[in-house]
């Protein structure tokens, strides 16, 4: 199966501030085919299912605000918050979808300093 | 309303078996793929398995974890899909998400839409 694993595993950031979380696949999942990396990235606040936030490594979901912009390619993926703001507070997940069984990393806590 | 409404969850003894329902409205549920996805008590997510369009033929993929113990199947016509759970164990307890794919008429394996999930403990 493919590992995905997140560093770090939970982050205290001022607002305003940046936020920087990452995803690390055991195998690539750039996909030559179609030339894209299949990584999600979700976001969950407590009591609530996951919330797709971007796709493709790099595409932002409707309605997602921009501050949220996901950057990497192959193995290497990261998760950028800019300009933190308290609605933000959550746990974020990565998952990879170009292997069965489709993986999620351990999930990265995210708190207001 | 676009939504999905997952149901059937509770209490199961050790090696019993219960099903899952998804209820999906507001969409054309035949054309997407439908997943499972668990989230044991303060635990992260778990995938566990996804079914196909059965335009695809339907076909299921299971996270080790479950394969030969789970199963899915859909009835489109009642825009439902179904998370056969045997043999269960104590470590199957978690909340029970369906999510549907975000590809139309085919899949991706990511969803963009969730229930709000079912609950199911396996305790003696």
């Known amino acids: 199966d493919t590992v995905m694993t997140q560093s770090p595993d939970s982050l205290a950031v001022s607002l305003g501030e940046w936020a920087t979380i990452n995803c690390k696949s055991s195998?690539?999942?750039?996909?030559?085919?179609?030339?894209?990396?299949?990584l999600a990235w979700y976001q969950q606040k407590p009591g609530q299912p996951p919330k797709l936030l971007i796709y493709?490594?790099?595409t932002r979901e409707s309605g997602v605000p921009d501050r949220f912009s996901g950057s990497g390619s192959g193995t290497d993926f990261t998760l950028t918050i800019s300009g933190l703001q308290a609605e933000d507070v959550a746990v974020y997940y990565c998952?990879?979808?170009?292997?069965?069984?489709?993986?999620f990393g351990q999930g990265t806590k995210l708190e207001v300093k | 309303e676009v939504q999905l409404v997952e149901s059937g969850g509770g209490l199961a003894q050790p090696g019993r078996s219960l099903r899952l329902s998804c209820t999906a409205s507001?969409?054309?549920?035949?054309?997407?793929?439908v997943s499972w996805v668990r989230q044991a008590p303060g635990k992260g997510l778990e995938w566990v398995g996804f079914?196909?369009?059965?335009?695809?033929?339907?076909?299921?993929e299971f996270a080790a974890s479950v394969r030969g113990r789970f199963s899915i199947s859909r009835d489109d016509s009642k825009s439902i899909a179904y998370l056969e759970m045997n043999s269960l164990k104590t470590e199957d307890t978690a909340m029970y998400y369906c999510?549907?794919?975000?590809?139309?008429?085919?899949?991706?394996?990511?969803?963009?839409?969730w229930g709000q999930g079912t609950q199911i403990t396996v305790s003696s």
């Open positions: 998952q990879q979808y170009l292997f069965t069984p489709y993986t």
């Open positions: 195998q690539s999942l750039l996909y030559s085919v179609t030339n894209k990396n299949y």
């Open positions: 493709w490594a790099s």
């Open positions: 507001g969409f054309n549920f035949a054309d997407r793929a």
């Open positions: 079914i196909r369009p059965n335009a695809y033929g339907g076909t299921t």
């Open positions: 999510g549907r794919d975000f590809q139309t008429g085919g899949w991706y394996g990511f969803s963009d839409l």
